[in-house]
């Protein structure tokens, strides 16, 4: 199976700041990548399919990049929302797999 | 605006089998290009894609899972389920359904369910 390692683990953010999140995968995905924010007591919502495709109705500071084995997450102004937990997930090859999260704390 | 939501047992015993139903609405379940999939979450932790299963029946699942795990689709009613045997303490989670589509992204996901073994 493809393992997904994401880092940093946690990050501590202020309102509007830059926040990026990488994510790594144990062999190339190509672009089949896609990323997640999760709010307590929620389910996941889907932000970017594809590396860098920003989901449909998803708001423009968060974007995605990187091909193969890296990848990043980057949110250009952190808005309260924000503050959640985020996960990448492969799905190159079956079984899909998810890296385990990255929580953006409020500073 | 297509919706899920998951039913079924919010507790289970160790050893006995786990089943859950997904009702479909707002889209239909025998569209081509989706597939109709089941994660899980552990408490704390993050999720675990359980398996999925395509409107002509074509199923694949998460190989720790394998021997225990069939995912089945009932179009006439728009519906998809999961039924897990065995199960024990660690299969304890949230279970979420949800619509693979583009790239196999889960694009729309049912609240969760709870269940603990």
């Known amino acids: 199976d493809i393992q997904m390692t994401q880092s940093p683990s946690s990050l501590s953010a202020s309102l509007g700041d830059k926040v990026t999140i990488t994510c790594r995968a144990s062999?190339?995905?190509?672009?089949?990548l896609n990323w997640y924010r999760q709010r307590p007591g929620e389910a996941p919502k889907l932000l970017i399919y594809?590396?860098?495709s920003l989901q449909t109705g998803v708001p423009s500071r968060f974007s995605g990049s990187g091909s193969g084995t890296v990848f990043t997450l980057t949110i250009s102004s952190v808005q309260p929302d924000d503050f959640a937990s985020y996960y990448c997930?492969?799905?190159?090859?079956?079984?899909?797999?998810f890296g385990q999260g990255t929580r953006v704390e409020v500073k | 605006q297509p919706q899920l939501k998951e039913s079924g047992p919010g507790h289970v015993k160790p050893s006995e089998t786990l089943s859950l139903t997904c009702s479909v609405s707002g889209v239909s379940i025998s569209s081509t290009g989706y597939y109709w999939a089941w994660i899980r979450q552990p408490p704390g932790k993050g999720p675990e894609w359980i398996g999925s299963i395509y409107y002509t029946g074509s199923t694949h699942y998460q190989s720790s899972l394998k021997s225990r795990v069939t995912i089945s689709l009932d179009t006439s009613n728009s519906q998809f389920s999961l039924r897990l045997t065995s199960v024990t303490a660690g299969d304890t989670a949230v279970y979420y359904c949800a619509r693979e589509y583009k790239y196999n992204s889960l694009d729309v996901w049912g609240q969760g369910t709870t269940v603990t073994v």
């Open positions: 594809a590396a860098s």
């Open positions: 062999q190339s995905v190509r672009t089949d």
């Open positions: 997930h492969q799905t190159t090859r079956s079984p899909w797999t």
